[in-house]
């Protein structure tokens, strides 16, 4: 596959934006939204409603889950875009084994703005509480392949078209390459 994204995760610490930049990829690029937050089992989201981080192997059966789920659909002949935190390159390689040629937006946010996003946010289960963990455990993706950071701050109309299009010129190096199956990704933007 070479440098061809065949799907995307969105990632970042909790109040980075990871939903609302992956809902409007997913409907820019006419791909399908898989929300990582849902796939959480009731043990982890007990935890961390308690304030207590995740640990690895709480993330484990999660990560491959969410992998399970992105191969399913990139075999129903749609392009995935997952958001997940992802804050561990394990993780991040964890995904890519079970979706080889998969893209990251790492979406880059401060301790400060993430722990205010957090604090104004209603009904989730993730307190700002927990925030100085996700930072600790965070590995920021900088020097991987397909990845691509962009400045959390920036308005949500700048971001998902600024995604879709780097999503769609790496299917454009492929020789030959239209558009990404399963989406209409090459008429997006």
Same mark, same amino acid.
């Given at each position: ?26 409907? $820019?690029?006419?791909? !399908? $939204? ?28 999660? $990560? ?27 993780? !991040?390689?964890?995904? !890519?084994?079970?979706?080889?040629? $998969? ?6 946010? &401060? ?17 700002a509480s927990l925030i100085d963990s996700q930072f600790a455990a965070l590995e920021r993706p900088?020097?991987?392949?397909? &990845?691509? &950071?962009?400045?959390? &701050? ?23 390459? !239209?558009?990404i199956p399963g989406s209409t990704l090459s008429q997006a933007v």
């Amino acid at each position: 596959m070479g440098d061809t994204i065949a799907a995307l995760v969105v990632m970042g610490v909790s109040g980075c934006g990871k939903s609302s930049v992956g809902a409007a990829v997913a409907e $820019l690029a006419g791909a !399908r $939204l898989i929300e990582g937050d849902s796939f959480h089992p009731a043990s982890n989201i007990a935890k961390m409603s308690a304030g207590i981080p995740l640990d690895d192997d709480d993330r484990a059966g999660w $990560l491959a889950r969410l992998g399970e789920e992105m191969a399913r659909t990139l075999a129903d002949g749609a392009a995935p875009v997952l958001t997940c935190s992802a804050l561990k390159l394990k993780y !991040r390689d964890a995904l !890519r084994a079970a979706v080889p040629g $998969l893209g990251f937006v790492f979406l880059d946010l &401060t301790r400060e703005m993430a722990a205010h996003r957090v604090a104004e946010r209603p009904g989730h289960f993730m307190p700002a509480s927990l925030i100085d963990s996700q930072f600790a455990a965070l590995e920021r993706p900088s020097a991987e392949a397909l &990845t691509l &950071t962009l400045d959390a &701050t920036l308005p949500l109309s700048e971001m998902a078209p600024r995604v879709v299009e780097w999503w769609r010129a790496s299917a454009e190096r492929r020789a030959g390459a !239209r558009h990404i199956p399963g989406s209409t990704l090459s008429q997006a933007v």
